[in-house]
């Protein structure tokens, strides 16, 4: 059975931060839902109802546009290993772009990740743990550096250009405003 809490005590803390990747659900109020896994050590939790990630450039933008039309994420980690569990932050979520005026302050609290295009910032307002009994026994190998080659290969203004022609926009037609 799950349980419920209103904030992210230290034991959920320590449980995000020891999970090498993690997923971001959102959706618009109409249109297709989206899931995301994230990995890259690019998640930190700023305090028990605040958690921000590094959104790196990827082949969509779904989140940032989901987030203007509608801001409610879901954010899910599950170990693998050791103790079985699941832990979800429901909540809404804001999206940081390089020129907003809060992007220094949070980015400096954030790993450093490569073709960083969005700080996502979620405000919680529900923890939920339930027991990750079916979840498999896998093992981490390594991260994989196929982004940071690519983004080096691309370069700012590479990268640039593949927003513009690429993450503009989502599946379902919605601005995502990664340029402006």
Not at 51 to 58: K, L, S
Not at 97 to 114: E, F, M, N
Not at 135 to 147: C, N, Q, Y
């Amino acid at each position: 059975m799950g349980k419920q809490f209103a904030e992210l005590s230290q034991a959920h803390q320590d449980f995000i931060a020891a999970q090498p990747m993690f997923f971001t659900g959102t959706a618009a109020r109409d249109g297709k839902v989206n899931i995301s896994p994230k990995g890259m050590d690019s998640l930190r939790v700023l305090d028990a109802t605040t958690i921000a990630y590094v959104n790196a450039t990827g082949s969509g933008n779904e989140t940032a546009g989901h987030l203007l039309d509608h801001p409610r994420m879901t954010l899910m980690w599950c170990s693998f290993d050791k103790r079985p569990q699941i832990l979800r932050t429901y909540g809404t979520a804001r999206t940081v772009h390089p020129r907003d005026a809060d992007w220094q302050a949070l980015v400096a609290r954030l790993p450093d990740v490569p073709g960083a295009r969005q700080i996502h910032v979620q405000s919680v307002d529900l923890v939920q743990t339930s027991c990750g009994y079916a979840v498999p026994f896998m093992e981490l190998v390594s991260e994989r550096d196929t982004l940071r080659h690519w983004t080096d290969d691309k370069g700012p203004q590479g990268i640039a250009t593949y927003w513009k022609d690429r993450n503009q926009t989502t599946l379902d037609g919605l601005p995502t405003k990664v340029i402006e």
